[in-house]
């Protein structure tokens, strides 16, 4: 099955630097990279994604990298504000038994000193 | 469009009893997805159902769990005689179309037995 790396666990940055969560997958199959931002006691809430056939995505503040051939993406948030204090959660899709799951890592909690 | 609704928000249970975790897709979504969440963890897959059907429960734990999807009604999620190590936060997210590209999380049953 797959399985999928987070680094670093914690993250504290100044406000206004900019702050880059990694993360590394096992199955060569996944093509679909979610990356969720989680408030303490709140949903998950979907922040930015990456399909296999694209190497970079931004959203404003917001970029995700992907290297296919390492097998490893990335999240960058410039500039960043105090209310980009969460915890941030990368995943890959995978099928398995007719199904399309995400596998997630275990999480960065992001600090933003002000 | 109220989201996706899971109730209750919160449940507190004892040892050895049932709990019972209830998640409404949105409207017009047909498939239904369960996380769990321990503390300090990232969600991990349990169960991917449509209507009266589960499609995929290869991450549920064979003994005293189970899940249904109705034809009318929302999803459940049942432990049936709970012990301390399924305190956790679960997630379900429904989805148009069975991908996760399509998800929308709700908001969480936080379970904790005591």
């Known amino acids: 099955g797959e399985n999928v790396e987070q680094h670093p666990s914690t993250l504290s940055v100044q406000e206004g630097d900019s702050a880059v969560i990694k993360c590394t997958y096992s199955?060569?199959?996944?093509?679909?990279f979610p990356w969720y931002k989680q408030e303490l006691g709140k949903r998950p809430q979907l922040i930015i994604d990456i399909r296999s056939n694209v190497g970079e995505k931004k959203d404003q503040r917001i970029a995700v990298t992907l290297n296919k051939t390492a097998k490893h993406f990335s999240l960058h948030i410039t500039e960043t504000q105090p209310e980009d204090s969460a915890v941030y959660f990368c995943a890959a899709e995978n099928s398995g038994a007719g199904s399309y799951q995400l596998t997630f890592g275990k999480g960065t909690k992001l600090s933003v000193i002000p | 469009n109220a989201g996706v609704m899971q109730n209750p928000r919160h449940l507190v249970r004892r040892r050895g009893q049932e709990a019972r975790l209830r998640c409404s897709p949105m409207k017009g979504h047909s498939h239904v997805y369960w996380y769990r969440q321990l503390p300090e963890e990232g969600l991990k897959f349990m169960v991917y159902?449509?209507?009266?059907?589960?499609?995929?429960e290869s991450g549920m734990p064979k003994e005293r769990f189970s899940a249904e999807f109705p034809k009318e009604g929302p999803s459940i999620l049942r432990i049936q005689q709970v012990v301390r190590g399924d305190s956790a936060a679960y997630f379900c997210?429904?989805?148009?179309?069975?991908?996760?590209?399509?998800?929308?999380f709700g908001s969480g049953t936080r379970l904790t037995v005591v």
């Open positions: 199955d060569s199959a996944s093509n679909y």
């Open positions: 997210a429904s989805s148009p179309s069975g991908t996760p590209d399509g998800y929308t």
């Open positions: 159902l449509q209507k009266e059907n589960i499609i995929d």
